[in-house]
């Protein structure tokens, strides 16, 4: 079963530009989480959604934010880049929102450096 | 939530066992041991989860204490591919995804 899928790999933006980063899950898996990892943060759960709709949001601002389609596949977009949005941003998919069976499994992740 | 301590390094020669520690002494009784690891530039990889009792897949054995405020994960027969950061994180049956919490986890080092 092939897992979780990201992509872009990598992206060069620049201050004040947007990105749109995809996620493709897991086959089967329903819910998709987003978090941001940086070095001084560690990881942080930026949101999560679960049959298209928003169940969960961590504390970003406003210009972060996601969207998850029918098929289960998710995209996460960021407006007016700041410096400080450079991060390797990770997709995680699981089969149920909640619950021991349910494992997050995760994506390489997408490298975005905002210059 | 229940927060975990773990070392901040290990280091362990290949071909023997890595052992893993970490405590969780406030951990609820509804709430489950996560063990995940990260390979540099890589997402975490899930190892293997545990309520009270031991468990063992493919990968390695989690060893709960009966008081279930430490846990043990061990790699059998440790190899270079197993150098990477370890986290054990902790996680309510009764929540979902957002309350996941991965700590500063243990940098484990595969000596050749």
């Known amino acids: 079963k092939a897992g979780v899928t990201q992509t872009p790999r990598y992206l060069i933006k620049t201050r004040g530009q947007q990105v749109t980063l995809s996620c493709s899950p897991i086959s089967g898996h329903r819910s998709v989480s987003w978090y941001q990892q940086t070095p001084g943060q560690g990881l942080q759960f930026l949101f999560e959604y679960f049959s298209e709709t928003q169940r969960n949001k961590g504390n970003f601002p406003g210009r972060f934010s996601g969207r998850q389609f029918s098929n289960s596949r998710s995209e996460m977009n960021v407006s007016t880049l700041e410096l400080g949005d450079s991060a390797l941003y990770l997709c995680a998919s699981s089969l149920w929102s909640s619950g021991p069976g349910s494992p997050l499994h995760f994506g390489n992740g997408t490298r975005l450096t905002v210059t | 939530d229940a927060k975990t301590t773990q070392p901040p390094s290990m280091d362990c020669a290949e071909g023997r066992a890595a052992n893993l520690p970490c405590n969780h002494s406030?951990?609820?009784?509804?709430?489950?041991v996560y063990w995940y690891r990260q390979i540099h530039s890589q997402g975490p990889q899930y190892i293997i989860h545990g309520l009270k009792n031991n468990e063992t897949n493919e990968m390695a054995s989690l060893i709960i204490t009966e008081d279930r405020k430490s846990s043990t994960l061990i790699l059998p027969h440790a190899t270079l591919r197993d150098t990477a950061v370890y986290y054990c994180?902790?996680?309510?049956?009764?929540?979902?995804?957002?309350?996941?919490?991965f700590g500063t986890g243990t940098r484990l080092t595969i000596i050749p």
């Open positions: 994180i902790v996680r309510p049956t009764n929540f979902g995804n957002e309350k996941l919490t």
């Open positions: 406030t951990i609820s009784g509804n709430e489950y």
